[in-house]
């Protein structure tokens, strides 16, 4: 097959689409399809007209990654906005090639671009919901009545969804929401999952050994985009629970985000500057490993994720974790038996890390059961039926 995938965010830009959208194209490129990404251009500055060139940047070997010019999002400056000079420009000469499929990753300009498409060429069009959007836009335009903005993006999601043939959805959570917004287009439950390759190794006492930190230190690790809507703040509130009965514990916070300052303030407010230590992006071939290793827990509590990639993560490298349970994390969790579930209750869910802190015996339990709980969201499982989903679009066309 020849996949045409477009997204309003890709790498360098680190969240959890952008690992999704490169998980997606990793495991199409592997099996034999051949893949194109039109993504923006991270650069600042626009291009000449032979933006559609391909370019090498992202380091995946076979992937076709077409950059279009952008500009900075005013409320949001990590991300970026395609030009509709650059949609105009694209359009004839993407509608020139023959696609199999189009894949949109995200319903901005690329949702556009994706639907223009499909309505020249006749080519089907599935779209991935991979954001919860009526949990976040409030975080974002904190100057607007959150109920108002809510009601938007639940108009915008129907508005989107039907222009579009067929929907990926990651967890049956996210179905019940869409459900309840009255979304009529018919959708696919497929999380998108996690290559179990990448997710050997690492190594906690060389991470530890490089950032100075005793191997004997009690230490919790989580990874996430610093964002309001990903709770970090919860968790902090956890770790100030915990350091009365475990003085030297550590709690390592890899990732950025827009939320980092306050974060920051808010573990000197604490007087936590000694238990807490903000790693930012780490490489995910390398350090981000390290890192997970290094924690004798990891935890997590976002309550808006759609699949929660991070704790199968944590789990395949066979690093306990306690976390939260809603939406998509629920979904990962069902079941598991390389996990601790707790409420959003900071009292409860620090109780639980620390019996897990005392207990090494029942952190070796839950270490060996991780990868097997992981091996349940392989992509070469969870891939092969997408392709199917793909080849039913084909043939119904």
Request: glycine share 8%; hydrophobic share 45%; proline share 6%.
């Amino acid at each position: 097959m020849n996949i045409l995938m477009l997204s309003d965010v890709y790498f360098p830009r680190v969240n959890g689409v952008s690992t999704s959208i490169r998980t997606f194209a990793q495991s199409l490129l592997r099996m034999g399809h051949r893949v194109t990404l039109v993504a923006p251009d991270y650069a600042g500055s626009a291009h000449p007209p032979q933006e559609a060139a391909q370019r090498a940047d992202d380091g995946l070997e076979g992937l076709e990654l077409i950059r279009l010019p952008s500009s900075v999002i005013f409320f949001d400056p990590e991300d970026r906005l395609i030009k509709a000079s650059a949609m105009r420009r694209i359009l004839p000469k993407l509608a020139s090639r023959a696609w199999d499929v189009v894949h949109i990753h995200t319903p901005f300009r690329a949702h556009r671009l994706g639907v223009q498409l499909s309505e020249l060429s006749g080519v089907p069009t599935v779209e991935t919901y991979h954001t919860y959007f009526e949990e976040y836009v409030a975080h974002y335009l904190p100057w607007l009545p959150a109920g108002s903005l809510r009601m938007v993006a639940r108009r915008a999601s129907r508005f989107l969804c039907h222009g579009v043939d067929h929907l990926i959805v990651p967890s049956r959570q996210m179905v019940e929401v869409l459900d309840r917004y009255g979304i009529e287009t018919p959708s696919t439950v497929i999380p998108t999952g996690i290559d179990l390759e990448e997710f050997k190794g690492g190594d906690g006492a060389a991470f530890r050994q490089r950032h100075g930190i005793d191997p004997a230190r009690p230490t919790l690790v989580t990874v996430s985009r610093l964002a309001v809507e990903k709770n970090i703040g919860f968790l902090i509130d956890v770790v100030k629970r915990l350091v009365p009965d475990f003085p030297d514990l550590l709690f390592i916070i890899a990732g950025e985000g827009p939320d980092a300052p306050r974060l920051k303030q808010m573990v000197e407010r604490l007087g936590l500057q000694r238990n807490v230590r903000f790693f930012g992006n780490l490489d995910r071939r390398g350090a981000l490993l390290d890192a997970y290793r290094a924690g004798d827990v990891f935890v997590f509590a976002s309550p808006t994720e759609t699949q929660g990639l991070v704790l199968t993560e944590a789990m395949a490298l066979g690093v306990p974790v306690v976390s939260t349970a809603v939406m998509g994390t629920a979904t990962v969790l069902r079941d598991t038996r390389g996990a601790v579930v707790s409420r959003e209750d900071a009292a409860e869910f620090a109780g639980h890390v620390a019996a897990l802190l005392r207990s090494p015996e029942r952190r070796a339990e839950l270490s060996a059961a991780g990868p097997a709980d992981a091996a349940a969201w392989s992509t070469v499982h969870l891939m092969g039926q997408v392709v199917a989903l793909y080849q039913r679009m084909i043939d119904e066309t």
